[in-house]
């Protein structure tokens, strides 16, 4: 097959799995190819990809470099067959029309060299006859052939019949045909198994659901199949995937299907049982490491996708905005640390309070909070949700009510603190704050997010910002590949501030990366602010092709180019200046005035160069330039006398935040430092398939107290409006469940739950 066979088979492969026609992913393949960037394809060449978004893209860029690889492995295996003298026109049909990598590789088993074998060994004894000879009349008595055979290092009967079996069993491990029915009926009708290793009832506590578990493989959700798989790695339970009991048999009689019409005799007997061998002993062990290769690679993708979506929705949480922000990260023995951040971002002061134990310094941490909040004109106080977070909103609380008349009270907030230890010790952190504490770095951190979640959370490793299902277990370089595409998506569809970015924020815009960004803040702090887009083109080591990739999603507000502030590119300044001569008015007029421009038609702009989607783009961004995509700016309220656990009870209304959406519901901070799990049966008085179908990471939500347990760190919630009110629920106490039976189906598959091992793992990430 010549190349263009193949590209055209990979288009049309791709085509069929993201929606998509053969030529959109010719085309998208070409740009990919040229070395622009998913965002710049998703926005800017819409024409020549049919509209693909950033999702598509993604998925095709990730497609197509693993079906190249699986044609680069099919050429090595023709190649390598062919070189052995034992490529025929049916094995490269066959080689050609391998789907997928495991496949090809089945296909090429017989013909990989390998070391030395039983098999091997029997047929250098000569015991490949004996075999054919059983093959080939299966009437005969296996037994009575033997003896002819014992001759050399084959020392009795019963030695030459192992030898035949040994090859027997090679060959049927090695055939392609039967591996591939072996693997659909596996797929379709295997049982994953997981039972307790005697002895590990305490040290695997948290893993209780699945001291005795079983359910279909082909249907285990990937959250589940990760907790079994990490309670297998600890060694609390031992993991079985084989055929259900009802059809134990089937595996074995497909394998002796393979040896054809054996009919009737001591032969076929000694065959059918050799088949039964092969998958007892080799086929079984196949299958099993096939399985669990797929199922690990599925729960891997779901849980990957699900820490994506999270990552998303934190990264283009809604913004607080240009405002003066007091961020306040909790502590007890070492004091509360406090940094003032001015409407930019940029360090005003700094303290440090003793309000709790051991110093009590009540009075002092009072005075020093109502000192920078008066003397900075603070708007928002951003308080981290760790240790001691509720006592320290209770003293805010009291500070802002003895403010003096006059002084506008902030309002304060209790803001996700994850990850803001892992930037205050990074090299970033010390390089932008040399001269200041560790500690003191998180409550700018802190400060920020509440500013700008995007500009400050890209600073922070995702896999540390705490919004991933266990994160820890998945492959991690897929995983950093999968969300390095979104925050670089979340940067872009935003939109960067040339001239206020950080090299961190400017190195995800599209075309750019950790080196041009540093250039670009460098040419910055020597010459001044850039007047506009095309001053860029200045920057050390930044090209044409770069500014290309980049421009589009740079924004420079009050620069010499009005277009500039918005997602025009600048290819398209032309098509946007016709436009405006259209209005008859000046351009800084006419950008804003969304009547004046719904007076347009979008067909009368189409050129050669810029169709129907680019100008509609264009025309939208006229009308709301440089809009962001992000939601307007909320808070949570926590319930007042509601900071513990202990607080709880059974039927509260409380307001909280989503931290995290798993495929099995929706974590909630709701003020009592553990987070409460909404089940998905929970999420609404309708079925949900998909929690993001109801909410997302940074939503605030009203939700209600269905169980706690204290001694467990465990809460129960709902957000179903058919649930009694307080007062109409009775307590748990009064009404005991039974107990569950080992054998019962695990806690999170049921309506209302919230205690699965699952839940505990995924506390603790």
Same mark, same amino acid.
């Not at 040229?34 to 693909?52: M, N």
């Given at each position: 097959?010549?190349?263009?066979?193949?590209?055209?088979?990979?288009?049309? %492969?791709? +085509?069929?799995? /993201?929606?998509?026609?053969?030529?959109?992913?010719?085309?998208?393949?070409? !740009?990919?190819? #040229?070395?622009?960037?998913?965002?710049? /394809?998703?926005?800017?060449?819409?024409?020549?990809?049919?509209?693909?978004?950033?999702?598509?893209?993604?998925?095709?860029?990730?497609? !197509?470099?693993?079906?190249?690889?699986?044609?680069?492995?099919?050429?090595?295996?023709?190649?390598?067959?062919?070189?052995?003298?034992?490529?025929?026109?049916?094995?490269?049909?066959? /080689?050609?029309?391998?789907?997928?990598?495991?496949?090809? *590789?089945?296909?090429?088993?017989?013909?990989?060299?390998?070391?030395?074998?039983?098999?091997?060994?029997?047929?250098?004894?000569?015991? *490949?006859p004996l075999l054919r000879a059983i093959q080939a009349d299966p009437r005969s008595d296996p037994a009575a052939l033997a003896p002819r055979f014992v001759t050399g290092p084959v020392e009795t009967p019963k030695a030459a019949l192992e030898g035949a079996r040994d090859i027997l069993v090679e060959e049927l491990s090695e055939r392609a045909d039967l591996l591939g029915r072996l693997r659909d009926f596996m797929r379709s009708h295997a049982v994953i198994r997981a039972r307790l290793v005697p002895g590990k009832e305490q040290e695997g506590a948290k893993f209780s659901d699945y001291f005795d578990h079983a359910e279909p493989w082909a249907r285990i959700p990937g959250h589940r199949a990760l907790a079994i798989l990490r309670a297998a790695k600890e060694e609390v339970v031992t993991l079985e995937i084989a055929a259900p009991e009802d059809q134990a048999d089937r595996p074995e009689g497909i394998t002796a299907q393979a040896l054809g019409q054996l009919g009737q005799g001591p032969g076929a007997d000694w065959l059918r049982q050799m088949a039964g061998w092969a998958w007892r002993v080799r086929l079984s062990n196949t299958m099993y490491i096939d399985l669990l290769t797929e199922l690990r690679t599925r729960a891997h993708a779901e849980a990957i996708g699900v820490f994506a979506r999270n990552l998303r929705d934190l990264l283009l949480a809604a913004p607080a905005g240009p405002r003066a922000v007091l961020g306040l990260d909790p502590g007890i023995r070492t004091g509360c640390k406090i940094a003032v951040v001015d409407p930019t971002g940029k360090l005003l002061d700094t303290a440090t309070i003793y309000p709790f134990q051991p110093k009590n310094d009540l009075r002092g941490a009072e005075a020093s909070l109502a000192m920078l909040i008066q003397r900075h004109g603070v708007d928002l106080i951003a308080i981290g949700n760790g240790t001691a977070s509720r006592e320290s909103e209770r003293?805010?609380?009291?500070?802002?009510?003895?403010?003096?008349?006059?002084?506008?009270?902030?309002?304060?907030?209790?803001?996700?603190?994850?990850?803001?230890?892992?930037?205050?010790?990074? *090299?970033?952190?010390?390089? *932008?704050?040399?001269?200041?504490?560790?500690?003191?770095?998180?409550?700018?951190?802190?400060?920020?997010?509440?500013?700008?979640?995007?500009?400050?959370?890209?600073?922070?490793?995702?896999?540390?910002? #705490?919004? #991933?299902?266990?994160?820890?277990?998945?492959?991690? %370089?897929?995983?950093? %590949?999968?969300?390095?595409?979104?925050?670089?998506?979340?940067?872009?569809?935003?939109?960067?501030?040339?001239?206020?970015?950080? +090299?961190?924020?400017?190195?995800?815009?599209?075309?750019?990366?950790?080196?041009?960004?540093?250039?670009?803040?460098?040419?910055?702090?020597?010459?001044? @602010?850039?007047?506009? %887009?095309?001053?860029?083109?200045?920057?050390?080591?930044? #090209?044409?092709?770069?500014?290309?990739?980049?421009?589009?999603?740079?924004?420079?507000?009050?620069?010499?180019?009005?277009?500039?502030?918005?997602?025009?590119?600048?290819?398209?300044?032309?098509?946007?200046?016709?436009?405006?001569?259209?209005?008859?008015?000046?351009?800084?007029?006419?950008?804003?005035?969304?009547?004046?421009?719904?007076?347009?038609?979008?067909?009368?702009?189409?050129?050669?160069?810029?169709?129907?989607?680019?100008?509609?783009?264009?025309?939208?961004?006229?009308?709301? @330039?440089?809009?962001?995509?992000r939601p307007g700016f909320v808070t949570a309220n926590f319930a007042d006398g509601v900071e513990a656990i202990g607080d709880l009870r059974p039927g509260m209304a409380l307001e909280g935040t989503v931290t995290n959406v798993a495929a099995f519901g929706a974590f909630v901070d709701i003020g009592v430092h553990q987070d409460g799990l909404v089940h998905v049966s929970q999420l609404?008085?309708?079925?949900?398939?998909?929690?993001?179908?109801?909410?997302?990471?940074?939503?605030v939500v009203r939700v209600r107290v269905t169980e706690v347990d204290v001694a467990r760190k465990r809460i129960g919630l709902t957000m179903r409006k058919d649930m009694p009110a307080q007062g109409d629920r009775p307590r748990p106490a009064q009404t005991p469940k039974p107990a569950r039976p080992q054998s019962a189906a695990p806690r999170d598959a049921g309506p209302g739950s919230f205690g699965s091992a699952l839940a505990d793992a995924l506390r603790r990430r």
């Open positions: 097959m010549d190349q263009s066979q193949t590209t055209a088979r990979i288009a049309r %492969r791709i +085509a069929g799995e /993201i929606g998509a026609t053969p030529a959109q992913v010719g085309a998208a393949t070409d !740009l990919l190819d #040229g070395g622009a960037t998913v965002p710049f /394809i998703a926005r800017y060449r819409k024409e020549a990809t049919g509209g693909l978004d950033d999702t598509q893209l993604r998925t095709l860029a990730e497609r !197509l470099s693993y079906l190249r690889e699986m044609e680069a492995r099919r050429a090595a295996i023709l190649g390598a067959i062919r070189d052995q003298g034992k490529l025929t026109d049916d094995l490269a049909r066959t /080689i050609a029309g391998a789907e997928t990598k495991a496949a090809l *590789e089945d296909i090429y088993l017989p013909f990989k060299p390998k070391r030395r074998t039983k098999a091997m060994i029997a047929r250098e004894n000569g015991l *490949e003293l805010v609380a009291d500070v802002l009510k003895r403010l003096p008349k006059g002084v506008r009270a902030p309002t304060k907030v209790i803001v996700s603190e994850a990850g803001a230890s892992v930037y205050s010790a990074s *090299e970033l952190a010390a390089k *932008e704050f040399p001269d200041l504490d560790v500690s003191l770095r998180g409550a700018v951190s802190i400060a920020r997010r509440l500013q700008d979640p995007l500009a400050e959370l890209v600073k922070v490793p995702p896999q540390s910002i #705490g919004v #991933g299902q266990y994160q820890h277990d998945v492959d991690q %370089r897929q995983l950093a %590949r999968a969300l390095e595409g979104v925050v670089e998506d979340a940067v872009n569809a935003v939109g960067v501030d040339l001239n206020t970015a950080s +090299a961190p924020l400017l190195a995800h815009v599209a075309g750019l990366g950790p080196s041009l960004a540093q250039n670009i803040v460098a040419h910055r702090d020597a010459t001044g @602010p850039f007047p506009s %887009r095309a001053a860029l083109k200045k920057v050390a080591g930044l #090209g044409p092709k770069a500014f290309q990739q980049c421009a589009g999603f740079l924004r420079v507000p009050g620069g010499t180019e009005p277009l500039d502030a918005s997602a025009v590119h600048p290819e398209a300044y032309g098509v946007a200046r016709r436009i405006v001569a259209a209005c008859g008015r000046d351009l800084r007029a006419v950008m804003g005035d969304a009547a004046t421009l719904k007076t347009l038609r979008a067909q009368d702009f189409v050129t050669e160069d810029f169709g129907l989607p680019t100008v509609r783009d264009i025309l939208a961004e006229l009308e709301k @330039p440089g809009r962001d995509p609404a008085d309708r079925f949900v398939r998909d929690p993001h179908e109801v909410v997302k990471a940074g939503d």
